[in-house]
């Protein structure tokens, strides 16, 4: 009996034996909204964070957390590393951010409250964090709001300006979108913190909020949150470039279970396409207790999206 216990552990040093990971990926504290990026060959995921009580009946989101694999099933929790105290002019919830790199700089762009005061009448505003490293330290890069509910008018709502997602060309050209009711979006400056140009806003079909837009061959995508039927789904548009027009191409998803928000994030990584969702199927769990999940995602040969599939078992891991 010895002897074979010592043959199967011999065979099991040789044999790498692949292992899922598990749905939802972070399970020791709630997480929404994810937005991967993969740098030097590991994933950083940056999330918002619930802190809502099982009674509670809105959002409460106090910072915005750090994650980072290398191979998409063991999460490293690097803590939380910006909060809208890090922003002067800012208060209230931290709502759904993106972090992309650029020049060996990381901007971290955020949804979170404008004060009242000389520059803001209040509502949703986007803000800007900067940082040699993808875990920070970061600080507020322009020390004022970067968009401010003002500078939109479309919709009457005040926090129509959440859920910034920023995409960077081949040719260099960044844009940022955003958007609640409508997507909004306009160029950015090499400097990734300003506005290079006019703000621009459309309504892709259902389109409600949480836009991702990135490429893939030839193709621009437009992935969004929107509510076709409620609780939210996951829909999508392609064009021939970043400024459009999207064609609507259909849902990639369909509501997610005890939860009625969903927030899309795409990764390629080692050659495999993820898609980064959050659920509320943690014990306690609910549409302000979240928690982020990943898929596997697959294209059909004219580039459009398949159906994502939402497991349990999540995806093994990457190599
Ligand atoms: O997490 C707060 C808000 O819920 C986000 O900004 C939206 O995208 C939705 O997920």
């Not at 020791?28 to 060959?41: E, G, M």
Request: proline residues 5%; hydrophobic residues 35%.
């Amino acid at each position: 009996m010895k002897l074979l216990a010592y043959w199967i552990l011999i065979l099991c040093t040789f044999i790498s034996v692949k292992s899922y990971g598990q749905n939802p990926i972070i399970q020791d504290v709630f997480t929404a909204d994810p937005a991967p990026i993969v740098h030097n060959d590991t994933v950083f995921l940056y999330t918002s964070h619930d802190t809502a009580t099982v009674e509670a009946t809105n959002y409460q989101m106090k910072d915005w957390l750090v994650f980072s694999s290398t191979d998409m099933v063991n999460w490293t929790n690097h803590g939380a590393k910006l909060s809208p105290k890090s922003f002067s002019w800012a208060t209230g919830d931290a709502y759904a951010a993106h972090c992309i790199e650029r020049n060996g700089k990381f901007y971290w762009y955020v949804s979170t409250f404008h004060k009242k005061n000389k520059n803001s009448n209040g509502g949703a505003a986007i803000g800007v964090a900067v940082s040699d490293s993808p875990t920070g330290p970061f600080k507020d890069a322009i020390g004022k709001a970067l968009i401010t509910n003002e500078m939109t008018t479309d919709n009457e709502h005040g926090w129509d300006d959440i859920d910034p997602a920023v995409f960077i060309d081949d040719d260099g050209q960044a844009y940022l979108y955003w958007g609640n009711g409508s997507c909004k979006w306009a160029k950015l400056k090499d400097n990734m913190v300003e506005l290079d140009g006019p703000i621009h806003h459309f309504k892709p079909k259902h389109f409600i909020e949480g836009p991702w837009v990135y490429k893939r061959k030839d193709l621009y995508y437009l992935v969004y949150a929107s509510a076709g039927t409620k609780p939210e789904m996951i829909e999508y548009c392609t064009a021939k470039s970043p400024e459009g027009p999207w064609n609507y191409q259909g849902i990639i998803m369909g509501n997610v279970p005890n939860c009625f928000t969903v927030h899309p994030g795409v990764a390629t990584f080692k050659g495999k396409d993820y898609f980064f969702y959050h659920n509320g199927t943690l014990p306690t769990g609910g549409s302000y207790r979240r928690s982020i999940c990943v898929d596997y995602m697959h294209y059909n040969e004219d580039g459009t999206i398949r159906k994502v599939t939402q497991t349990k078992e999540g995806v093994l891991s990457a190599e």
